[in-house]
């Protein structure tokens, strides 16, 4: 078993910034992709960003450009940075951890609120 913890999350005005992090056990983190995703109440879990071992990124239409993940492999953690918040971002966030480019996600976290004020 592979244990995640987010931290990080909270209240921002729209407009501002917020970091996320999601600190990750085990000897192997640097051969994982890493995925954020989140979900608002009553709407579907959606994937966020995702970065590769080799520290590759995607992004998600609605987040490109103002979003960055990143990981630090000495710290065992992967990051979320958000800027430009919106209303719209408010959701809880969650990381996971995948072996492959691709396939499911076996590995999550609890998840972090982020709500964003108009």
């Known amino acids: 078993q592979v244990q995640l913890v987010e931290s990080g999350g909270g209240l921002v005005q729209a407009g501002g910034s917020l970091r996320v992090s999601c600190a990750a056990s085990?000897?192997?983190?640097?051969?994982?992709?890493m995925g954020w995703h989140r979900q608002a109440p009553g709407k579907q879990r959606e994937s966020v960003a995702i970065i590769t071992p080799t520290g590759s990124t995607n992004y998600a239409d609605s987040v490109k450009g103002r979003f960055t993940i990143s990981r630090d492999n000495d710290k065992n953690t992967v990051y979320l940075q958000m800027h430009s918040l919106k209303p719209e971002d408010t959701a809880v966030y969650y990381c996971a951890a995948r072996p492959y480019a691709v396939g499911s996600w076996p590995y999550w976290g609890q998840g972090t609120q982020v709500t964003v004020s108009s």
């Open positions: 085990g000897s192997r983190f640097s051969i994982y992709y």
